[in-house]
């Protein structure tokens, strides 16, 4: 009896254990190009965005499906003055992962740093029109700009709110690598920093006090892998939750261990050409290329149809106008367009690209075999992103192959194709210089009517499918793996690892 | 032959500095500077931004006074600042080694013991089947690159069998020395393939040259069991060559192991250092070259001073 007591007892106490053990959910969420491992300062990280806002907030977000802008640190807010005054409504009872409270302090403090060059922080050209930052009160803040920007709500959605209390001591210069970021970041977001084993992983614990409510599971544990291979073997055996994938990599997995999820890249893939060269300068030439390539066939077969052919770099389709050119696939249009613009069939152009992977790589020789076929030679050069940032950086270039990554607001091609932007000045290296595309970025930024606005971008979109600085060629879609054993979980692809609301305090282990 | 170390230790001094300054001056021909990796494609920085960046990672700077300026303060064992992170070098350094000479060690282990143990065998059963099984193996080992290796032994031994995690250093939330033990074991063994196929073959001719030496004869007419012949007359005399291939290998080793720690996410000086290269990081890259010159001098050093304990006829004047 006393036996069999003691036994249930043990039986008891094992349950217990159990039942109390941590819920752990542990992911590469770093993995692939919208992650940054190891990087922590989200004033001067340009990917990484997935997993910063796990433990910080923006002022809004976006859905999952980057339809609509809703609030997050705000409530709500309002646009006045033509677009030149947003005033934003904080939410109530926001706490800091320190216990301090939220204020409007902290929103003007972090858009200060954001402006401030020794921050060193990418935000600034987005910011840079704001000239004044008011906080009439604790929950309002007032921001005036020098001239409209309909794109601010969406730069936004980037922007982690920093706490003032902890970071006014640290001089901005010091900020850009302080130990701060990788040691104890306090922030309002669903999960609290706990630790970082460099270059192994980071684990955060849940906040019991987030403003959405508790966290269902205790810690959110982001491993790091040099080897994508390597990341996709931890979340076939199990010892990861999620990764992101390659399309190749989809294609290895079975079974109903893993979930894919798939979404659109954002990301329209081009040939890109130096605008400043004599080379291409003749528009037939570049029409040729775009219509000696079989899109569609390439979508087809490298692609598993997970591509969708575009005609120019606008990926989001509610701006992108109908009617515009298809440069379907004419291989005798192209040798005439390129005979009549007297092109010598004898010379090769160097076609640099940044990308890697094999995919890639099968993309740039069916390319290659294609403009062979209609007399137009290219040599592919793959370079690493320093080599090519510093190649096209300078004019001593003639085509590149390139991704651009610009939903949902086509706002963020602005620094990509407009001539204010042209290196040192910028990242137009393309050294695209339209000036009635310009006026078209300019007026999609100055417009705060929605209708005006995507007539801008129609426009805009017209405009490059037909003087084609660059030859848009697809977007593609991104995949990323989930383990069935997780509930509630939502994961899209997004541009930086963009910020939508992912709702990761309701996400759970079955 | 404490005079002979220190005299070698002394050597070192200016070889090390003109591996410094081949690498740095390698570098300067790498296309892309730090700045451009640091920045990337679409991160739009105005130019007042740059400079400001420039300056603070003192790129502004001629070439030869970077040189002279990082040399002055490495020689005070400053190894300046990752670019990548602001963190010094020499911090990183010491944490990323640990774990690159844990797997190192290990692979060597298992790659000494058993290369040598199983030339021996070869020597002795020369031409059965056991020779030529080992042999093929051995072949097989050698030509396998070590990345190709560590993803079949990935492959294999963590997703097919599951014996062992599929990479990492330790599971999060634990990391005891039998976790970690767990994490290693997998890619030292795979490490320790070359090694193995090497040592053995060197081993297996080394003791068959010994191996019908009159004195060998002579022992075993005077009746010496074949076990003490081997182990007292050949092995010792065996055995001094395959000291110097062990020595040589250090490199190789170090070689393999940047790719295996890639792919086992094994957070060692290998990763380290391709991810420094990746982003241009001068800094990083020229303290890694540096510690990684002088573990390949100490090795050959230690093996010099080895064949003296081998062979007593040594002599070091």
Known sequence: ?510 | MGLYTLRRLLISIPLLLVISAVVFTLLQFTPGDPLDAYIPPDQVLSAEQRQILKVDLGLDQSKPVQYFKWLGRAAQGDLGYRIKNGQPVIEELGRRLPPTLLLMGLGMTVGVTLGIFFGIVAAVKRYTLLDNTLTFLAFLGISTPAFLAGLLGMYVFALKLGWFPAGGYQTPGDGGALDILRHLILPAMILSVTYIAILMRYTRSSILEVLFQDFVRTASAKGVPSYRVISKHVLRNALIPVVTVIGANVANLIGGAVFLESIFSWPGTGQLYLDAIDSRDYPMIMGTTLMLAIIILLANLITDLMYGLIDPRIRYS
């Open chain 1, 1 to 510: 009896m006393m036996k069999r007591s003691l036994l249930a007892l043990t039986f008891a106490l094992c349950t217990l254990g159990s039942a109390s053990a941590d819920k752990v959910i542990t992911g590469a969420f770093d993995q692939g190009p919208g992650g940054a491992p190891g990087q922590f300062n989200p004033l001067t990280n340009t990917a990484g965005f997935t997993w910063l806002n796990k433990y910080f907030s923006t002022l809004v977000l976006y859905d999952p499906a980057f339809k609509k802008i809703s609030g997050d640190l705000a409530s709500s807010w309002t646009v006045a003055d033509g677009g030149k005054k947003y005033t934003f409504v904080l939410r109530d009872g926001v706490k800091w992962h320190d216990g301090q409270a939220f204020t409007s302090a902290d929103v003007k403090f972090s858009l200060n740093l954001a402006n401030n060059p020794d921050s060193g922080s990418g935000f600034a050209a987005k910011f840079g029109n704001i000239t004044n930052i008011q906080t009439p009160n604790a929950r309002t803040v007032v921001l005036t700009l020098s001239k409209p920007n309909a794109a601010l709500l969406d730069a936004m959605t980037n922007f982690m709110i920093l706490p003032e209390h902890a970071l006014n001591k640290i001089a901005p210069k010091d900020l850009r690598n302080s130990a701060w970021w990788r040691t104890n970041p306090v922030g309002t977001g669903p999960f609290k920093w706990n630790k970082l084993v460099p270059d192994q992983y980071v684990e955060l614990v849940a906040n019991p006090t987030y403003f959405r409510g508790k966290p269902k599971v205790d810690r959110l544990v982001n491993r790091y892998f040099k080897e994508q291979a390597a990341a996709v073997v931890a979340l076939k055996s199990g010892d990861i939750e999620f990764s992101y994938l390659t399309l190749d990599d989809t294609k290895t997995f079975n079974g109903n261990a893993v979930k894919i999820l798939d979404g659109s890249s954002q990301v329209a893939n081009y040939l890109g050409f130096n605008n400043a060269s004599p080379l291409l300068k003749d528009v037939r030439i570049r029409q040729a290329i775009l219509l000696a390539v079989d899109r569609a066939t390439i979508v087809k077969q490298l692609y598993g149809g997970g591509a969708e052919v575009a005609n120019c770099p606008v990926t989001n389709s509610k701006y992108v106008p109908k009617g515009i050119n298809a440069y379907a696939y004419n291989q005798d249009q192209a040798r005439q367009l390129l005979k009549a613009a007297g092109w010598d069939s004898g010379k090769s152009v160097e076609v640099i690209t940044y990308y890697s992977d094999q995919l890639s790589k099968d993309v740039l020789v069916t390319l290659q075999q294609m403009l062979a076929g209609v007399g137009f030679k290219i040599a592919p050069r793959f370079v690493d992103v320093p080599t090519y940032n510093q190649i096209t950086g300078g004019s001593d270039f003639t085509m590149v192959y390139a991704g651009i990554g610009n939903g949902p607001d086509p706002d963020t091609l602005y620094p990509s194709m407009h001539s204010d932007f042209i290196p040192p000045n910028g990242t137009n290296r393309m050294k695209v210089s339209i000036p009635a595309l310009n006026k078209l970025f300019e007026q999609g930024q100055e417009t705060t009517l929605a209708s005006t606005r995507t007539k801008a971008y129609q426009d805009m979109c017209a405009l490059v499918n037909k003087q084609l600085p660059w030859d848009v060629l697809w977007s593609a879609k991104r995949f990323g793996g989930v383990s069935t054993k997780l509930s509630n979980f939502i994961w899209t692809p997004a541009p930086a690892g963009g910020r939508y609301d992912d709702k990761a305090y309701l996400w759970d282990t079955k």
